[in-house]
């Protein structure tokens, strides 16, 4: 195992995490066996690594059972509505994962410093807050919050990166810039947050992603310790013979059909 001050070597980080997704898809088994309903709430600061470390536990358990929710900016009707419903609907079943790609804490953290909600509505956010997640976990719901934390240099780079190559520019919003220059806005957000909705029956984990390899394999690992799970024996599957019942040339009915051209 490297220490903490080298870097990740690639044919490491790639072994470890298809070990730890391997645990992730016993776990997936255990969820739908057990009826589970689990919530995963990831938030941090622009360019922290969200949706790599988002990616990293998803791709390759069944999206049936782990679910992605990265919800748009709210409509005129949403804007309407109580802040929490468009946020309930998506809440899980038995048997399921919701991770939320940022989630309700949009009012604790981008809509308060940029002035998208009144301070009344922040501070009235922040008292309900802990006591809406209660109900959540006292009707059954694990509620998992994790903060990715990155650094001022960190964050800079990944900027930077992303107004360079093309393939990073989607990335880029609207609100990215601005979230730059109020890094100190938002550190004092995140610290008000963080005070009055890290609670016993909801608490935040911090997980520090200037080293995005890492951060993804502290992230799985810590998850996997936070759900407790067994492996589920599975029935032996054979695989059935083809049977030439009703059998023809199944290829020459496709020529003279459109193909993809083969340029590879």
């Known amino acids: 195992m490297p220490n903490d001050k080298e870097k990740l070597k690639s044919g490491f980080y790639e072994k470890e995490l298809r070990r730890l997704q391997g645990e992730l898809c016993r776990l997936q088994e255990w969820v739908k066996v057990k009826g589970l309903r689990v919530i995963i709430v990831f938030e941090g600061r622009d360019a922290a690594g969200k949706g790599g470390t988002i990616k990293s536990i998803t791709e390759r358990v069944s999206p049936r059972v782990f679910r992605t929710v990265a919800l748009p900016a709210p409509s005129d009707r949403e804007k309407s509505q109580l802040y929490m419903q468009?946020?309930?609907?998506?809440?899980?079943?038995?048997?399921?994962?919701?991770i939320f790609d940022r989630s309700w804490y949009n009012r604790l953290g981008v809509e308060y410093v940029m002035g998208f909600c009144t301070p009344e509505q922040h501070d009235r956010f922040l008292?309900?807050?802990?006591?809406?997640?209660?109900?959540?976990?006292?009707?059954?719901v694990q509620l998992i919050k994790i903060w990715l934390e990155v650094g001022d240099k960190e964050?800079?780079?990944?900027?930077?990166?992303?107004?360079?190559?093309?393939?990073?520019?989607?990335?880029?919003?609207?609100?990215?810039?601005?979230?730059?220059?109020?890094?100190?806005?938002?550190?004092?957000?995140?610290?008000?947050?963080?005070?009055?909705?890290?609670?016993?029956?909801?608490?935040?984990?911090?997980?520090?992603?200037?080293?995005?390899?890492?951060?993804?394999?502290?992230?799985?690992?810590?998850?996997?310790?936070?759900?407790?799970?067994?492996?589920?024996?599975?029935?032996?599957?054979?695989?059935?013979?083809?049977?030439?019942?009703?059998?023809?040339?199944?290829?020459?009915?496709?020529?003279?059909?459109?193909?993809?051209?083969?340029?590879y």
């Not at 998506?90 to 994962?97: D, I």
């Not at 008292?127 to 059954?140: D, Q, R, S, T």
């Open 86 to 98: 468009r946020y309930m609907q998506h809440f899980p079943a038995a048997g399921e994962v919701v």
């Open 127 to 140: 008292k309900a807050c802990p006591e809406l997640e209660k109900y959540l976990v006292e009707g059954g």
């Open 155 to 263: 964050q800079k780079r990944r900027f930077e990166a992303r107004m360079e190559d093309p393939v990073r520019q989607w990335k880029l919003s609207p609100m990215d810039l601005p979230s730059r220059s109020k890094w100190f806005e938002y550190s004092r957000a995140r610290d008000r947050m963080l005070s009055a909705t890290d609670t016993k029956w909801a608490p935040w984990f911090i997980l520090h992603s200037d080293d995005k390899k890492r951060a993804r394999l502290n992230c799985i690992r810590h998850i996997l310790s936070l759900i407790p799970y067994k492996e589920v024996a599975r029935e032996k599957v054979k695989l059935p013979k083809r049977s030439m019942k009703h059998a023809y040339d199944d290829q020459a009915s496709l020529k003279g059909r459109k193909s993809v051209p083969e340029k």
